[in-house]
């Protein structure tokens, strides 16, 4: 399932950026969304994700300061961020699960200066 993700940047700390995720298939037929991010040096965590049902879960690091959300009218999900801060700085994947499989979006940068 190709994915298109956007929204990377640079931000000074405190400020916000929304991510989005496009897939090929409809959100509809999708069992899971989710982001995840690789800082440098570290290994890919999980920083939030939603089920079909709209149950959603966020890495500690994250809660009260992402929102992760899917607009069915542009068939894509979204992650907001706010209050970031110089360790959010990493690269940001978005996952689709479905048909039993995952699928990966090619990563967008983010990076947060003090």
């Known amino acids: 399932v190709p994915l298109v993700e956007s929204g990377g940047g640079l931000v000074q700390a405190g400020g916000s950026l929304r991510l989005s995720c496009t897939p090929s298939?409809?959100?509809?037929?999708?069992?899971?969304m989710g982001w995840y991010r690789q800082a440098p040096g570290k290994q890919r965590e999980l920083v939030a994700d939603?089920?079909?049902?709209?149950?959603?879960n966020y890495a500690d690091s994250v809660k009260g300061r992402f929102t992760i959300s899917r607009d069915f009218a542009k068939n894509m999900a979204l992650l907001q961020m706010n209050s970031l801060k110089p360790e959010d700085t990493a690269v940001y994947y978005c996952?689709?699960?479905?048909?039993?499989?995952?699928?990966w979006g090619q990563g967008t940068l983010v990076t947060v200066s003090s």
């Open positions: 996952s689709v699960d479905w048909q039993n499989d995952r699928a």
């Open positions: 298939v409809s959100i509809f037929t999708i069992s899971a």
């Open positions: 939603i089920t079909s049902k709209g149950t959603t």
